[in-house]
């Protein structure tokens, strides 16, 4: 059964889900409206205002890869936007956000629980900006948007919240019997696919080539000059506004 837990104050609603996992049952969801230390990846800080944007966090225990966590929660977002805002056309940058044109609308963040060297489950928390205004888009430190500053309207975050959760667990369900169907749509919102981009592993260093496809597992095929290659993990993924044309 899924449960929606609502909370007013956390530091980080993924921190909450892996500390309580356990008290809550497999495909709830932990939502606060005011978040104290939001996390991205790669250490960055997730900047909300009181009740202005989703931030929430979703606890699987039940996936076969870990990867899928991030791959459900990425097809949901683009179906909640796809619902919403059809006109925006949103897409996946890999690994795990969600743009409009060359701007950042929402970012997740997939977490492994891990007890006696068994992993327990996933958590994978989403930040997507909402009600958010110019001021706290700046703040984030890279190009940002919101739906409010996209479309000039206010949304309810409360509403958008539930939906979201709704899609997300009948996308859970489908990817525990049919995880092909999940990572096929996954791949097809990932339309960076065939771009030229530039990528900075974790240790900073930068490469500049084709992102060719997505393997089932998740790795990026990464085609430079010197070759392709399988990239599970990378500091960050820059692209091209002028070569963003789908």
């Not at 966590?69 to 949901?76: Q, R």
């Not at 929402?106 to 992993?119: D, F, I, N, P, Y």
Request: aromatic fraction near 10%.
């Amino acid at each position: 059964m899924c449960v929606h837990l609502k909370l007013d104050t956390v530091d980080s609603t993924n921190t909450y889900a892996k500390t309580h996992y356990r008290e809550l049952p497999d495909g709830s969801v932990v939502s606060a409206r005011i978040q104290t230390a939001g996390r991205g990846r790669v250490g960055r800080k997730w900047h909300s205002g009181s009740g202005l944007d989703i931030t929430a966090s979703f606890i699987f225990q039940n996936l076969g890869q870990p990867f899928l966590a991030g791959a459900i929660t990425g097809v949901a977002a683009i179906g909640l936007l796809e619902e919403t805002v059809p006109e925006l056309a949103p897409f996946l940058k890999w690994p795990n956000d969600i743009y409009v044109r060359h701007f950042k609308l929402s970012g997740m963040l997939s977490e492994a629980v891990w007890e006696q060297g068994k992993m327990q489950c996933i958590i994978c928390g989403i930040g997507m900006n909402v009600n958010s205004g110019e001021d706290l888009l700046f703040s984030a430190g890279q190009p940002a948007v919101s739906l409010y500053s996209l479309t000039g309207r206010h949304f309810d975050v409360d509403f958008l919240i539930e939906r979201l959760a709704k899609i997300v667990n009948r996308c859970y369900i489908i990817c525990q019997q049919y995880p092909q169907d999940v990572f096929s749509q996954w791949r097809e919102y990932n339309r960076l696919i065939g771009h030229r981009i530039e990528v900075v592993d974790p240790s900073g260093k930068s490469m500049c080539g084709v992102f060719r496809d997505v393997s089932p597992d998740g790795a990026m095929i990464f085609e430079t000059e010197d070759g392709v290659r399988r990239l599970f993990n990378c500091g960050d993924v820059k692209i091209n506004a002028q070569s963003l044309i789908f």
